[in-house]
């Protein structure tokens, strides 16, 4: 691999002599990529009126700035090299055009940006319960909105995305009437979806959140490095086309709780549609059994601990108290739910194979 350089800042460089599209060389820095500024207001599912079915309360953040332009542009030079936009564009009935599945070789900027600790630690204190990536074939998950020509027309992007010039009339193309992507929830627990794109003239672009009373809430950052960060597992919620813009372009990356007592709520029931699936159940199998372990070694330390406070408040107790019988059992249930799962996903379970 190329040696690491460090980032040259957006305002001093020259946007038309940098035209290499590829890995990037330069090293993930968050003094020179990390603009965070705290989000306004924090949303929770019950203040929402949504049904607490997720693993916390929290809904969503307003947006807030996460990236600086720099960042941006690392991001964008390893999403639209010819080798991504030939390999790992993917088009589904939900969605005309996500670019997804980029190995660290393929997009270590990427990689490194979205599993930072300090992007894990902005969005853990936002969310109130710590984070950890859910699975690296989503890390950069990206919904593009396709112009008049369509998928071929991703090439001709700008790596610095640009406001439309003055005058710039909308063209019509196939895909205006569909969202960027249509009402779902996710697959995964918790996402952070960025700005990609210049937002000064746009109009739209929002992600939307549909509330039980029937209306909607849109969330925008106002500049590109906005993100927001949300529960999406248990929230339904759209990607809105965008308008007086040439392009809108989201990234996504999702996570799951750290914590082993808390659930992960992760599936891959929209991964599906649109992975190379060899792939995609490795590494889900892989982080399955991940979690399973690290529940594991959690539950053999609470046993044992509890054990030894039998023993030091009731030594001539032969039949003293030595395990919290709930927690076991809730996290016995807890472990089948969720292998059983998998394999349903993966077509395993009982008769599917
Ligand atoms: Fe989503």
Redesign the pocket.
Known sequence: MAPSVEAEPVSSYDRNKDTYRGPSKVKFDPAIHLNYTPPERVYSLSELGLPLEGTSDFATTEPFQLATEAAIVELRRELLQPNTLKKRMHTWPRAPASLRGFTKEEAPFTHAFWTSPEVIKILSDAAGIEMEVALPYEIGHTNVQLGPEGREGLKNLPLYPVPVPPGWEEEKGDYDHLPV?NW???SFAY?C?MMLSNTEKMVGGETAIQLPDGTTRKLRGTKMGSCIFLQ?RHMP?A?LRAWNTGERITM?CPYRPAHPAIRDDTEITNSLQQSYLNELYGQFSLERFKVIRKKCDYMIKRLEDQKREALEREPDNYNAVIMDEKEVGNMMREMVWYLETAMKQMGMYKDDK
């Open positions: 992507d779902h929830k996710d996402s979806v999406g919620h990607a996504v």
